[in-house]
């Protein structure tokens, strides 16, 4: 099972730290993804990280502003989000790949959480 926390309501500029806890299975030896899914669009991809933390994937509306990290030692993979634009409002969602390794795709990923609201105001 994978539980998201961190979300809610901030200003436009503002930060947010998500985190995906895992539970009943360990998710070091798996990649792991950030998507989201904003009202009336379909789920996309954000960020993904390797097993090992090694490797890291950002989609292009993200990439200076979002980091995407993970401690294997407490199961848990994090979403550290700065410069949050009205834009980045949506539910976030963590994911675990089929691989050690994490790609863009939404079916190399069979573990999914619950998902977690994320709001930015202007």
């Known amino acids: 099972q994978l539980v998201e926390s961190g979300g809610g309501l901030v200003q436009a500029g503002g930060s947010l730290r998500l985190s995906c806890a895992a539970s009943?299975?360990?998710?070091?030896?798996?990649?792991m993804g950030w998507f989201r899914q904003a009202p009336g669009k379909e789920r996309e991809f954000v960020a993904g990280?390797?097993?090992?933390?090694?490797?890291?994937y950002y989609q292009d509306f993200v990439k200076g502003r979002f980091t995407i990290s993970r401690d294997n030692a407490k199961n848990t993979v994090y979403l550290q989000m700065n410069s949050l634009t009205p834009e980045d409002t949506a539910v976030y969602y963590c994911?675990?790949?089929?691989?050690?390794?994490?790609?863009?795709?939404?079916?190399?990923?069979?573990?999914w959480g619950q998902g977690t609201q994320v709001t930015v105001s202007s």
């Open positions: 994911a675990a790949s089929k691989t050690p390794y994490a790609d863009r795709s939404i079916r190399s990923y069979n573990y």
């Open positions: 009943g299975r360990t998710i070091s030896t798996y990649g």
């Open positions: 990280i390797s097993w090992s933390g090694g490797s890291t």
